[in-house]
């Protein structure tokens, strides 16, 4: 069987930390707590009254200058993009930020005091699935002021980033994976750095009453000033990673794909997330069947592979919305303008075959089957098709569900499925499919 799947998480205890804010100069108390799988990922302000909470979500984005604020009616909460960053990376789903000011501890710059407050408290999983948003096809965002931002499908969440300062100067590029490990040694630890000639006016209208050499790093020419060394020769580079992740955790979903970004920013990250979500809303339809199929939960993209050995061009399934009990199953193809065979089947008047429309009802019975006799190390080999009928064609841009149900199971070796394919509720095609199993 598949690998299980992932599992939301929260943090184990509530934790504290004090310090002092960026903007405002002001002391603050940041207390992480746990919160309840699809809570997601609030802040709650202790200091005001009713202690309100908000989402930290891209709806909720107010600007985007110097650092991210997020806010509802009077209510602001700026500079969220650090401690959204660790505890994204760290793979928290759910948890709640109480401070008792406007902005959350700046620390030494960095995310390093997050990650050591996250591992204090730590990380627990719960018992709902993961949303991971899995990208079907490449996204980009372009912003006037050169900004570029793509991110293509990917089994992992990569970010590779080339960060480019005023002039060109202290241009660095940097690529990876991002794991909890990974984050932890090489992205968190690198801090906020400013130019210079971007910060006086602000230092001169007193905009930045807490920031200093302790929690920034200030390029000046070619000079870099700081209170201690540079942590890595582009720690540039690694922290707009940082700040991407952070601006991106306004999303609401895990990512799996690879962001290549230049010359990014809290603006065009924003951009991106706002981007996201409008891609996201794209294939919600497509994930729900009108009647959701009670029973244990689907399986992703990643799961169906790991169990069917059928890769592009001839995986017929996209998902496992479903199992009801161990006899039924759903699954869901959307067939696209861009599957192989529509340029042949037939030229100018696409037609999904039926053949292969019993090859999708094969692969997702055969799931169930796998599931049922506990043999994913062995391949069901299809064996016959009685009472095939098509019903209807299938167009590109149909969603296909595939719905298969045992009839017959003897011991681990013979198993028979009725199947149907739907769109839009109406039966396309059906048939009657008999498998054997055998050892990979
Ligand atoms: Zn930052």
């Given at each position: 069987m598949a690998a299980t799947p992932e599992l939301q998480h929260t943090i184990g205890k509530s934790t504290a930390l004090s310090g002092t804010s960026l903007h405002t100069g002001e002391k603050v108390t940041l207390r992480l707590q746990p919160a309840a799988a699809d809570h997601g990922i609030k802040f709650r302000?202790?200091?005001?009254?009713?202690?309100p909470t908000i989402d930290?979500?891209?709806?909720?984005?107010?600007t985007v200058e110097r650092a991210t604020t997020i806010g509802e009616g009077a209510m602001r909460v700026h500079t969220v993009e650090h401690v959204l960053s660790a505890l994204s990376a760290l793979g928290v789903d759910n948890a709640i930020i109480e401070m008792d000011a406007n902005e959350p501890p700046i620390g030494d710059g960095s995310a390093q005091l997050y990650v050591e407050l996250i591992k204090t408290a730590g990380v627990v999983p719960q018992e709902t699935p993961r949303r991971i948003f899995d990208l079907r096809e490449p996204l980009h965002i372009e912003t006037k002021n050169g900004a570029l931002l793509v991110v293509l499908p990917d089994p992992k969440f990569r970010i590779s980033c080339t960060q480019v300062g005023p002039e060109?100067?202290?241009?660095q590029f940097y690529s990876t994976e991002i794991t909890p490990a990974i984050y932890e040694r090489e992205i968190a630890p690198a801090r906020t750095f400013v130019f210079y000639e971007d910060v006086q006016p602000l230092m001169e209208k007193n905009l930045i009453k807490g920031g200093s050499l302790e929690n920034a790093i200030v390029v000046r020419g070619e000079a870099v000033l700081s209170k201690e060394p540079l942590r890595f020769t582009d720690e540039f580079v690694r922290h707009k990673i940082l700040d991407i992740i952070g601006d991106l955790a306004l999303f609401g979903h895990r990512i799996r794909g690879h962001i290549i970004a230049v010359k990014p920013g809290h603006g065009p990250n924003a951009e991106l997330a706002r981007a996201l979500v409008r891609e996201h809303a794209k294939t919600l339809p497509t994930l729900q069947p009108r009647a959701f199929p009670p029973g244990e939960g689907g399986l992703d993209i990643k799961q169906v592979m790991d169990i069917l050995p059928h890769r592009y061009p001839f995986l017929m399934v996209d998902r496992i919305l479903g199992f009801?009990?161990?006899m039924r199953i759903t699954g869901v193809k959307s067939v696209t303008i861009n599957e192989p065979y529509f340029g042949g089947h037939f030229p100018g008047h696409p037609v999904m075959p039926g053949v292969l429309q019993v090859e999708a009802m094969a692969q997702v019975a055969s799931i169930l089957m796998m599931k049922i006799t506990?043999?994913?190390s062995r391949i069901g080999y299809f064996i016959s098709a009685d009472d095939v009928k098509f019903r209807k064609p299938v167009f590109p841009g149909d969603t296909l569900f595939i719905h298969a149900e045992v009839t017959k199971a003897r011991g681990n070796r013979l198993a028979k499925a009725k199947c149907q394919c739907t769109v839009n509720d109406a039966v396309v095609s059906e048939g009657e499919l008999m498998f054997t199993f055998l050892d990979k």
């Open positions: 302000r202790m200091d005001l009254q009713d202690q930290a979500k891209i709806d909720n984005l107010k060109g100067r202290f241009t009801e009990g161990d506990k043999s994913a």
